[in-house]
């Protein structure tokens, strides 16, 4: 959505950016709701939402990439306290997603295959995941009424027994913090929400471009905007090497309270491999 007309400056208005931005907000809502109309791929969407009816629900987004969902799951599986784990795979490439669908359902999971996406060959990933967490909002979250839920990447990785919904007994939402501005929202990548506190707010967990805010940054206004993000839990977030000798610009992981992200879109390609191996070294002993 575009931002509040007292927040352009003179150079904005001049070149109209309140009523491009206005206009381009129209065009995007437009493209949500056909897609959320879209049913996914495989149609087995009664069977989940009839599962999740007042149940604490981990939902994963993936995306091309069966090595790095396997570790995921095994380690959520591990050590992660939930009832149900939904893994919503937003990939294009079919073989793939066949892949991904036996993972899912190897681990005791439930598998999705989201409608093909309007973003994600357009090379427009933060679209691409918003929309799909919007879509499993639509879709799965609001007919199934969980009591809580969680969304994750499939490349974050818990390495030590962990509750993230025993902290919802207090919040109605908590997460990775981002900014943008003087404005905040929580990282798509990891967020907790107390379903029946934010179900009447209409949640968008798209992102407001025009606004600065990146995927999840849309529900600043309605979720976040009289909330002080210092009152809710946080956790440290530290970048370090994952290659030797390779600069932390080029390759490196995070550790996130006690888990670590691979933060594969930061990664060099030419060292993907590399970074791939090491990520595998550094979790092993977490999998056995």
Same mark, same amino acid.
């Given at each position: ?9 003179l ?13 381009k907000?129209?065009r ?13 791929r ?22 091309e ?6 570790l995921?799951?095994?380690l959520?599986?591990k050590?992660?306290n ?7 795979d937003n990939?294009?490439n ?12 190897n ?23 918003g ?8 879709n ?12 994750? +990447?499939?490349d974050?990785? @818990?390495?030590? &027994?962990?509750?993230? #919904?025993?902290?919802l =007994?207090?919040?109605?939402?908590f997460?990775?913090?981002r ?6 929202f929580?990282w ?34 309605r979720?976040f905007?009289?909330? +002080?993000?210092?009152?809710? @839990?946080?956790? &440290?977030?530290?970048? #370090?090497?994952?290659? =030797? ?31 791939r ?10 999998l056995?």
């Open positions: 959505m575009p931002k509040s007309f007292s927040e352009y400056h150079k904005d208005l001049i070149r109209f950016q309140p009523l491009v931005h206005s206009i907000s129209f995007y809502k437009i493209i949500d709701k056909k897609y959320f109309l879209k049913p996914d495989f149609n087995n969407m009664n069977l989940i939402i009839n599962k999740i009816k007042d149940r604490n629900i981990l939902l994963t987004v993936a995306f990439d069966p090595v790095v969902l396997e995921h799951l095994r959520c599986s050590f992660l939930f009832d149900v784990h939904i893994v919503a990939s294009f079919s073989e793939i997603a066949l892949r991904n669908r036996t993972i899912v359902e681990s005791g999971g439930y598998y999705i295959w989201l409608p093909e996406n309007p973003w994600t060959k357009k090379g427009n990933p933060s679209r691409s995941h929309i799909a967490l919007n879509w499993l909002w639509q799965v979250l609001k007919p199934g009424e969980p009591k809580s839920f969680g969304f994750l +990447d499939h974050i990785f @818990p390495t030590c &027994p962990d509750d993230p #919904f025993r902290l =007994e207090n919040f109605d939402f997460g990775d913090q900014t943008g501005g003087s404005k905040w929580l798509a990548g990891y967020c907790f929400f107390n379903f029946a506190a934010i179900k009447q707010k209409s949640p968008d967990f798209g992102l407001d471009w025009f606004a600065g805010l990146d995927t999840g940054g849309a529900n600043w206004s979720l905007r009289h909330v +002080d993000p210092r009152a809710l @839990p946080q956790r &440290p977030i530290m970048e #370090f090497a994952s290659i =030797e000798g390779v600069p932390m610009s080029k390759a490196y992981f995070e550790r996130r309270g006690t888990w670590i992200h691979e933060v594969g879109v930061a990664t060099d390609p030419s060292f993907r491999a590399a970074k191996a090491a990520l595998i070294e550094l979790l092993s002993p977490f056995d």
